[in-house]
Nanobody, 122 residues
């Protein structure tokens, strides 16, 4: 499984970004996919995950109401729409996948993308 995260950048507080995670090498609908982030000096944090069979999404409380995770099956890609960004959202954002695990546990996912940097600053 290969995962390619993109879409990061520098944005002002209150702004928006959309991250993408393109997958390959495995049937897309056989994968549970999640977004994580890691800020300097902090542990990796689970943000959201999408279930492979029915597409239901679970969000961490820290991003609920501001971030929206979705998928495009035709493009084998998942997205993370991030609105109302805050300086504390600054981190490297990763997508991860697993055939069986679904949730926000870092150790539950076998496959990881390379990460994309998001910086929220005025």
């Amino acid at each position: 499984v290969q995962l390619q995260a993109s879409g990061g950048g520098v944005v002002q507080p209150g702004g928006s970004l959309r991250l993408s995670c393109a997958t390959s090498g495995f049937p897309f609908l056989d994968l549970n996919i999640a977004w994580f982030r890691q800020a300097p000096g902090k542990e990796r944090e689970g943000l959201s995950c999408i279930e492979k069979s029915d597409g239901r999404v679970y969000y961490a409380d820290s991003v609920k109401g501001r971030f929206t995770m979705s998928r495009d099956v035709a493009k084998n890609t998942v997205y993370l729409q991030m609105n109302s960004l805050k300086p504390e959202d600054t981190a490297i954002y990763y997508c991860a996948a697993d055939e069986s695990s679904w949730g926000l546990g870092v150790s539950w996912y076998d496959y990881w993308g390379q990460g994309t940097q998001v910086t929220v600053s005025s």
